[in-house]
């Protein structure tokens, strides 16, 4: 495991270019349904090359804010909820739902400012550092899934966390997830995986994969914990039960 501390407070360029888009659909500037400009015009503009522009735009439609319609472009959209659920008692979804019994293994622990998204989740301030856990899910040394859950830091500090022990901070984040929070709110969605996620899943360009969004609460529905977790659909199942 790699502990990363932003010591300049910066996060890194894609997401600094993510957050400047962001704004801008924000701020109206790209009205719902509208297309972006393309990529070499809006890697010209913002002066990055266009990899870390299609990070974030990768980013981007990985928060719902933008569709990608091939051959055609980036459109602006609303988020697209394919399922919106409360759930009784959460659960980490990446070993839960796992056609078969996985590890969990804590890759890497990073503390930066957060994206408005995240802020938004956890209603956090511009001040507030989250902490970053990058946790995998793993089946004879093959990474089925991985989750990158967020917790804000001063949470950390409250619970008097041994930052520099692995085996803690694995045990932390796990029991943070399974007895501090009450319930969640999961949004569910497709996406084409930026790079970052392809490597990581070993994965073809251009093959989706299911992304859950789950907001997660406390005992008097105070947001704790926001998570992002990527499954490799060739190694999950998962079933909704309606009344």
């Known amino acids: ?51 870390t522009l299609r990070q974030a735009l ?27 659920s409360g759930l009784e008692r959460s659960s980490i979804i990446g070993k839960k739902y796992s056609n078969h019994e996985c590890d969990i293994i804590l890759d890497s622990i990073k503390y930066q400012p957060s994206t408005e ?34 917790i804000p830091y001063e949470n950390l500090v409250k619970d008097n966390v041994k930052l520099n022990d692995n085996n803690v901070l694995k045990k932390y ?16 969605r497709i996406i084409e995986p930026r790079d970052r996620i392809l490597q990581k899943l070993n994965i073809e360009k251009n093959e989706p994969i299911f992304c859950f969004y789950e907001i997660m609460y406390d005992g008097i529905n105070n947001p704790i914990t926001y998570s992002k977790t990527y499954c490799n659909p060739e190694y999950y199942e998962f079933n909704i039960n309606s009344k």
């Open 117 to 150: 998204v995240v802020r938004k989740n956890l209603k956090l301030t511009d001040n507030n550092l989250v902490s970053i856990f990058e946790i995998s899910f793993v089946i004879n040394n093959v990474v089925i899934g991985f989750s990158d859950v967020f």
């Open 58 to 84: 990768l980013l981007l439609q990985e928060d719902g804010l933008i569709i990608n319609k091939h051959g055609s472009g980036n459109f602006v959209t609303k988020k697209l909820n394919l399922f919106n």
């Open 173 to 188: 984040v796990i029991n943070y997830i399974e007895n501090k929070v009450v319930r969640s709110r999961i949004n569910i």
């Open 1 to 51: 495991m790699t502990q990363q501390f932003i010591k300049n407070g910066k996060q890194p360029l894609y997401v600094q270019i993510y957050e400047i888009l962001y704004k801008k659909i924000k701020d109206g500037k790209f009205d719902s349904g509208e297309k972006l400009p393309g990529e070499k015009q809006l890697a010209e503009e913002l002066s990055v090359s266009r990899g």
